[in-house]
């Protein structure tokens, strides 16, 4: 059989640190190397074979990985919270990172997270783009509800944005000058500038082959339009890595975390350990969910007579992720189940 030798990677903006190990633990070489396709492939010819490799997850792992994997028997990308508990130590640098995550991967305790396909991960690159574009748009229809506030001049909230009385309050309204006019036109702009660039975003990814039939699928679901569908699609990836609904839900960031010491069990708040992206769709789809779905609606009254708005809401967000889960593992169209009560005779 043949020897296999593991790599540990500590990836940086500029380098990348290095150890590849055998199976016993022997250091065959270390060092650090460019963070460039062209000084890992010259590495790469250097390394002994076969080899697997292991990486934190960071901002410059996709890359990297995307570049070794065709090269390497398995490659792997480590958990960062989990790793750093596993290799904590009061000695730190980027040599003796890269030799634990070898040891890790070696000895099989490597805490692995999921790695979704370049595909799924260039689409989803576009999709964040598309909610910084929004978060923006949201900055400039705030900003410009702050300089008529900061001029005491009135309007109406609710058709403040749209563009004829946005347009009539310049020309009319005396508290305007012509300074403040100019900054307002300008913040205008910009916003429908933003709106025209995320519509043709969202337009891209509704007509991708790639996407285009599972989005179809998935907004049949109650209260899911195609935000909530690019979301969950692109962010979970492939949905049969969750082994049970309750993974997903945690994965979305819609339950508690819990620690428990002997006799005494405390759950706390929303964990933090969660896809934010999916986290914030959700529960904005559950706020609207119950004027869609009656049975949604039953749900959240039966949860908001316990006491608390947030906590109902929850619960809708949660039974959101059931119906996704089921249609995209069982790839059909969302149906409600029908329950027949049978009387005895």
Known sequence: MQTMYYIGLDVHKRTISYCVKDGSGAIHAEGAIPATRFDLDRWMKTLPQPWTAAMEATVFTGWIYDHLQ?????LKVAHPLMLRAIAAAKKKNDRIDASKICDCLRCDFLPECYMASTAIRERRRTLRYRNLLVRQMVQMKNKIS????????????????????????LATNPGIDEGLCSLLRLCRETVVRLQKTESAVVRSLERDSLLMDRVER????????????????????????????????SYCGLCGAEKSSANTVQRTPLSKQRNKHLQTTLIEAAKMAPRYSPNLAMLYDKEKQKGNANRATLAV??????????????????????????IAA
């Open 218 to 249: 998935l907004m049949t679901v109650p209260a899911v339009g195609p935000i909530t569908a690019l979301t969950w699609a692109l962010e979970v990836g492939d949905a049969q890595r969750f082994s049970s609904i309750k993974k997903a839900i």
């Open 146 to 169: 702050g300089l008529l506030m900061e001029a005491g001049v009135s309007y109406n909230k609710r058709r403040l944005h749209r563009a004829g009385y946005f347009r009539e309050l």
């Open 317 to 342: 967000a949660r039974k959101l992720v059931a119906y996704l889960m089921a249609v995209d593992r069982g790839q059909r169209n969302f149906q409600v189940a029908e329950t027949s009560n049978c």
């Open 70 to 74: 065709p090269h390497a028997a398995a």
